[in-house]
């Protein structure tokens, strides 16, 4: 049945219904109730939460109601390095060191180079752990906590999680590997081995301290299915199963459809290393815009912000609800003009960049703070 | 086709046609030129070499000429910890330690507490691990020389372990783990990735020294199929294939078909752990005896020592040439009686594991000299 998009963790496409997609996925919609309970504990809400960025949970109220009872929970998320970060990546690692600071919570941030390394044809082992190590510094520079941030590049931990990942091996056939990653025969027996070493941070939480510590994955909704082996095993093996909490798909910068990714294309992605220059004359270029034909028409009609991604991308970047609110009105109206969002989402995402860079080399001399090695 | 037997690396069992295994297996018999080959560096043939216990290989001659020109090898094998060693398990490990002495080889032993946890339903991960290093004390007590010999158990050295078999996994399809190993779809994934830790001890005495090192695997013939993907991939991954000399099994002492083995039952399998008393009683009353029904007719007729296993033991024990000869002549003449063999096999194996639990337990405070660790 043809429903206009993909979403599974290998492929997204089309113009996606996030909570068609929801329900499909079997996760449950962030309801005010839920929102509010958040609220209790932050003050204000993440304008990644307000404005259901982050839109779907597993298990997020039953994890919240153990931390109303006193009980910690640990933060978990990933990379898969297989090149340069992009602004796509950032969106869940913004919002997980927000998690972070409201509820103290540790953070496992596990950078998979064994996993591109496996099904990358083209990248030998090095060259992932490389690229792991300069994406880790994208990571340190959003300003996590050292003090509970431990990134682990997957080779350098593997004797720890190897033994985790046996015990989560162990109660999962090929049959469910298959039907969950979409392996076939022609698959390689490592990329069949892996899901149980992406299950491990699960359960490393609760296996440093010795208590039973659930975890909470902020990921896209596309990654959900990586976790439903680790949830499956959790029971089996008496850990807590994990909770989650995913966001929608930053766009491609060309357009509404699918989620922005290297593979797409230069024209529809921003990198972290692209500089000033190359930033404005993408956004400038190629952002698809929701504005008229000509300014005149514009001036009159309007623009429609819920297709320009110029707007759809502030809506990621722009912290300040009053000035986005003040950008949609404006453009809907047409007093703002295409070529003007765009400069603004320019400014914005220049801005944002060079800053970033620049805590990204200070990183580099703090990096051993966060890596977790055995 | 029902061919009488059945060999594989989970089942033995049959009348083994040893030749007719080898050319199924696509292995290659040793030949006398081979034997000479070998006796030029030995000064004098192994007794399992002479008696053809060590009966097929692998590139062997490949190996040796290879070491005539000055080249060295490593030596690799094995053992999978799920209980007590027996007398089956120590047969290759006592050649492999002759042929560390010979050809100034150094050993790789792997111990694979993993495999053995993934695949057997009540074991515990802890459990195969101690298992592991109560029977690397079985292997220290052969006699290997601690400078030369490296006992890996593998949940403690996967990390260097895994950043191999990654390699091996990536050239190694689910397709092919199937057709070797027998997997099915619910076989679990640990069991789909294991081959590739297994392999991974091949390819180490290279990645180690920085150098081109074949490896030389003694074992018993059904564990070939375990090292075909090692040899597959060998050349994908720039290493030396491996060799292989494969031996025939230490038949049950219940009579000639299969192989000893712990599953087969208490009174088929002498123990490391079996005191004098159980040895005695196990070899009086269990082993199948190849003599007549009563004395007279013993002593008319004579013995078949073919078919009778305390003569096919003490082929795989005595180490003396002439005495063995003789036992074979005097059974087959009938001037040694069933009882006496039994007697003589008795005693030998009393004293040989007298010797070897003693040198067992000395090996405890060594153990450290032996283990690789990451």
């Known amino acids: 049945m043809n429903k206009g998009f993909v979403v599974t963790p290998w492929e ?46 597993r298990d997020l109220d039953i994890l919240l109601s153990e931390y109303e009872k ?14 340069d970060t992009h602004l796509g990546h950032l969106i869940p690692w913004i919002f997980t060191k ?68 046996l015990q989560v091996a162990k109660k999962t056939t090929a049959s469910s590997a298959k039907a969950v990653f979409g392996f076939t025969n022609e698959t390689n027996i490592g990329m069949y081995f892996w899901p149980a070493m992406q299950a491990a941070p699960c359960f490393l939480p609760s296996i440093l301290s010795g208590q039973k510590i659930r975890t909470l994955i902020p990921a896209a ?5 990586y976790w ?25 910068l060309t357009g509404m459809s699918g989620k922005m990714s290297t593979s797409e294309g230069m024209q529809s992605t921003i990198f972290i290393s692209d500089d000033e220059k190359t930033v404005r004359k993408k956004i400038m270029k190629y952002a698809f815009s929701g504005g008229k034909e000509t300014v005149e028409e514009h001036r009159k009609k309007g623009g429609n912000p819920d297709i320009d991604i110029p707007y759809q991308w502030l809506r990621y970047f722009e912290e300040d609800e009053k000035k986005l609110r003040k950008i949609y009105d404006d453009y809907s109206s047409g007093k703002l003009l295409s070529g003007e969002i765009k400069q603004i989402l320019a400014d914005k995402i220049s801005k944002f960049l060079a800053e970033h ?5 200070s990183a580099r001399k703090n990096i051993s703070k966060f890596i977790l090695k055995d």
Not at 228 to 252: E, Q
Request: charged share 30%.
């Open 70 to 83: 006193g009980t910690k929970f640990a933060l978990y998320t990933g990379r898969g390095p297989s090149g």
């Open 228 to 252: 439903r082996i680790a949830r499956d095993v959790a029971p089996k093996l008496g850990y807590p199963k994990t909770s989650a909490i995913h966001c929608s798909f930053l766009p491609p």
């Open 357 to 361: 860079r620049k805590k990204r080399e």
């Open 98 to 165: 927000w998690l972070q600071d409201v509820f103290d919570a540790p953070l496992y941030f596990q950078i998979t180079d064994d996993e591109k390394y496996l099904c990358k044809r083209d990248l030998d082992l090095s060259q992932t752990t490389a690229m792991g190590y300069e994406n880790a510094l994208d990571i340190i520079a959003l300003g996590f906590d050292p003090e509970k941030t431990h990134i682990i590049v997957d080779t350098d931990y593997s004797k720890t999680l190897y033994k985790i990942a």
């Open 221 to 225: 909704i596309d990654q959900d299915p």
């Open 12 to 57: 997204v496409s089309g113009d996606i219904d996030y909570s068609r997609l929801a329900k499909e996925f079997g996760t449950t919609p962030i309801s005010d109730t839920l929102l509010k309970k958040i609220e209790k504990h932050s003050g204000k809400l993440h304008y990644m939460l307000s404005r259901k960025i982050f839109f779907s949970h």
